[in-house]
C-alpha cells in the first residue's frame, strides 16, 4: 500500500488554481468527466464500448490522481498535529501509531465502478464528477460515527491492514535538514492488488481523553455496528446515504447524474436524506442560512416532545461558507485551525478549485485531507460479511493552506442540548480569531425568516445568499453560487 503527498504528486493533469470551466468537447478527453459519450442520457443498459470507456477512465483517473505512485507524506516532529480536535506530536513511535489508529479508522468514501446504474443515466460509476459527494458522505459519517459509536472506538482489524511509512523531520540545523524514518507499519496482507490500494483500517471513534489510549474494540455488537454505518453508505438504491440516493435528492435542485455539485448544495442533500432515513430518529441536520446559525431554529429543530424517550435530538449543523472572493483570504487561516481545534468539529466538505477534498486536520501551514478521487470496484454491502478494507485509508495527504478553495461548508456535532450550547461558545470564540472585520458566520438568537418545519433549515439548496452574504470582499465576487466549485 502507497503513502502519499500532494508535495510529490502533483496531480499531474490540469489543476491550476483557476482553470475555466471544461468544454463539452475536452471533458470527453481529460478525465474531468466520466459521463462517456451516449450514456449521460435515457435509462438504457450501458455497453461494451462504454464499459471499457469507463474502466478506462478509472485507471486514467488513479493515475493522475497520484494513487498509483509510491512517495510519502512527511510531518514535522515537532509540531503539533491537530485530527479532528486531536493533538499529535510525532516525537515517539508510540504516538505516531495513535495517529495512524485514529486517522486509518476515519470512513474514507471514494469513487466507485459498476454499481447498477443511477436512474435516468446508464452511468455505473461517479469517477470524474462525483467527488463533492463523497467528501459530503465521510462528513456526514464522521458525523455518524461520533453519534453512535462508543467513546474511543478503534477499529479492532486495523493494525493487519496498514502498510504506512511517516517521516518525521528532526529540527533544522543551519548546516543541512535531517530526518528521521520510524520504522514501516507494515502488514501481513499479502494480496498483490491490495498492497497498491491505500485503503486499511484502524479504529476512530469519539474524542478521547488526553493520556488514555483509545482502545480497538473486539466487541462484535459494535463491529456489526460499524459495518451497518459503512452499509449506508453503500453504492445501491436502497442505501440511504449512497450515490443513489444523493443523486435523487439533487434532482429537487436541478441536478442529475454526472453534473457537478457544489458544497452548498451538498449540505442541504444531506439533510434531507437524514430527513428521510427510517434508520434511526435522535439525529438531525441544520443547515446554517446566510452564514447565520440561527440558535431558536436548532432548538425546535431537537427539542421533542415531553412524552419522548429523550428530550432532544443530537444534532449535525453544516455551514456553508465563503472565505473570501476568487483564492482564500488569507485572514481566515488562523480561524480555520482554530474551528479545526475543535472537539465538535467533524470535518470541511472543501478542497481545491474543481478538486473536491474533506479536510479533517492540519498541521503548521497544511492541512490534512482524506481524498475521494481513487477510483475503486463497488462493494456489495448488502452480503452479511463485506470487506471492510476499502472503506479505511492508510494514506494520510497534505496541502498547504493557499490552495484551498474559498467556497466550503463546515460540520459540527451535538449530542445533547448541553453540547450544543458549548458548540455554540466554543465556535464563536474560534470564530473572533479572524482578522476580519466580518466572521467567517456568526450565532444568532431567534428564528430565521425562511425557516420551516418542513424544510427544517429553510432556503434554496442552490441560494446565492447562502454563500456570499458571509463577507463583504465576496459580493463583488464575479462567480454565481453554482460555480462555487466545479469539481472533479
Known sequence: MNSVSPSAVQYIVGGGAHEDKPSAQSRRHNGHSSVPDGIREGSGEPDEVDRLKAKFMSAWNNVKYGWTVKSKTTFNKTSPLILLGQSYVFNREDEVDRFRQAFVSCLWLTYRREFPQLEGSSLTTDCGWGCMLRSGQMLLAQGLLQHLMPPDWRWADCHLLTDVDFEVLKPRSPSRPAGMSLPSFSSSWTNPISQRDPSSGSSEGHRQTPGRWPAASH??????????????????????????????????????????????????????????????????????QDCTVYKGDVMRLCELPESSETSWKSVIILVPVRLGGESLNPSYIECVKNILKLNCCIGIIGGKPKHS??????????????????????????????????????????????RMDPSCTIGFYAQTKKDFESLCSAVSEALSSSKEKYPIFTFVEGRGQNYGLEGQSGGSMD?????????????????????????L
Open 357 to 402: 477534498l474533506f479536510f479533517i486536520g492540519f498541521q503548521d501551514e497544511q492541512l490534512l485531507y482524506l481524498d475521494p478521487h481513487y477510483c475503486q470496484p463497488v462493494v456489495d454491502v448488502t452480503q452479511g460479511n463485506f470487506s471492510l478494507e476499502s472503506f479505511h485509508c492508510n494514506s494520510p495527504r497534505k496541502m498547504n493552506f493557499s
Open 463 to 487: 441560494g446565492p445568499a447562502n454563500i456570499f452574504s458571509c463577507n463583504r470582499m465576496s459580493r463583488n465576487n464575479k462567480r454565481g453560487s453554482t460555480d462555487e466549485f466545479v469539481l
Open 219 to 288: 466487541e462484535p455488537q459494535v463491529e456489526v455496528l460499524h459495518r451497518k454505518v459503512v452499509s449506508w453508505f453503500g453504492d445501491h438504491p436502497s442505501a440511504p446515504f449512497g450515490v443513489h440516493q444523493l443523486v435523487e435528492l439533487g434532482k429537487e435542485s436541478g441536478k442529475r447524474a454526472g453534473d457537478w455539485y457544489g458544497p452548498s448544495v451538498v449540505a442541504h442533500m444531506l439533510r434531507k436524506a437524514v430527513a428521510r432515513t427510517t434508520e434511526f430518529h435522535n439525529l438531525a441536520v441544520y443547515v446554517a
